[in-house]
């Protein structure tokens, strides 16, 4: 069996000021940093043969604390980043109803049929994710690779790895900042061992503090 360790990035800046931050390259709050830590800690007794990361600065530092003492290097994937929001970066959340109401409304109810504008659609999005996870998981038959990334990418592949289809989005629930999920692939096909572990975080979890995700 091959294992896939995903870490979503410690809380970020836009996590705090809740502003849209795909493709924008926001740095990890002092909260993050410690986050981080705390899930190296988490996998400090893992057995892990490469660690890959989204590029943007969120991303890259959270799998660096993670490879501390392994001897590993942190291999850049691009194809793991955030979904690029175009006009949406940086845009307060609170904007965004009234800037984009059409595809504000879709990310909220259908975010399978959302285009960000100047962005990236859902549909898109997803299939880079799945096609870099499929490939990293066959090039690492039986080994057990980590893999930083962000928010709405893991929740996105959460669905695939169930084996739902892009519709069921919204059925599939937020991962804190810093949480864990892991899924095996064996036999050409992917499923979920642990679904966004946040219990190293406890009082410094980013999503204890926030209840836009429990809407």
Same mark, same amino acid.
């Given at each position: 069996?091959?294992?896939?360790?995903?870490?979503?990035?410690?809380?970020?800046?836009?996590?705090?000021?809740?502003?849209?931050?795909?493709? &924008?390259?926001?740095?990890?709050?002092?909260?993050?940093?410690?986050? %981080?830590?705390?899930?190296?800690?988490?996998?400090?007794?893992?057995? %892990?043969?490469?660690? &890959?990361? !989204?590029?943007?600065?969120?991303?890259?530092?959270?799998?660096?604390?993670?490879?501390?003492?392994?001897?590993? !290097?942190?291999?850049?994937?691009?194809?793991?980043?955030? %979904?690029?929001?175009?006009?949406?970066?940086?845009?307060?959340?609170?904007?965004?109803?009234?800037?984009?109401?059409?595809?504000? !409304?879709?990310?909220?109810?259908?975010?399978?049929?959302?285009?960000?504008?100047?962005?990236?659609?859902?549909?898109?999005? !997803?299939?880079?994710?799945?096609?870099?996870?499929?490939?990293?998981?066959?090039?690492?038959?039986?080994?057990?690779?980590?893999?930083?990334?962000?928010?709405?990418?893991?929740?996105?592949?959460?669905? &695939?790895?169930?084996?739902?289809?892009?519709?069921?989005?919204?059925?599939?629930?937020?991962?804190?900042?810093?949480?864990?999920?892991?899924?095996?692939?064996?036999?050409?096909?992917?499923?979920?061992?642990?679904?966004?572990?946040?219990?190293?975080?406890?009082?410094?979890?980013?999503?204890?503090?926030?209840?836009?995700?429990?809407?």
């Amino acid at each position: 069996m091959t294992t896939l360790i995903f870490v979503r990035h410690g809380e970020a800046e836009g996590n705090i000021k809740r502003h849209f931050h795909g493709f &924008y390259n926001s740095a990890l709050t002092e909260n993050g940093r410690e986050q %981080i830590k705390r899930a190296a800690a988490r996998l400090k007794d893992t057995q %892990i043969d490469a660690i &890959y990361s !989204s590029d943007l600065t969120r991303a890259f530092e959270t799998a660096q604390e993670i490879a501390k003492g392994r001897g590993l !290097s942190v291999t850049i994937d691009e194809r793991f980043r955030e %979904i690029n929001g175009g006009e949406w970066e940086d845009v307060p959340w609170d904007d965004l109803p009234d800037k984009f109401s059409e595809s504000y !409304s879709h990310w909220l109810n259908e975010p399978y049929k959302l285009q960000m504008p100047s962005g990236e659609s859902m549909a898109d999005f !997803s299939a880079r994710l799945i096609a870099a996870s499929t490939e990293l998981a066959q090039k690492h038959e039986g080994q057990t690779i980590c893999i930083a990334t962000h928010g709405t990418a893991i929740r996105v592949l959460l669905c &695939y790895f169930y084996g739902w289809p892009l519709e069921k989005l919204n059925d599939v629930v937020w991962c804190d900042n810093a949480a864990i999920t892991e899924i095996g692939y064996e036999n050409n096909a992917f499923f979920v061992i642990t679904d966004g572990d946040n219990e190293h975080l406890k009082d410094i979890s980013t999503l204890a503090k926030q209840d836009w995700w429990r809407k």
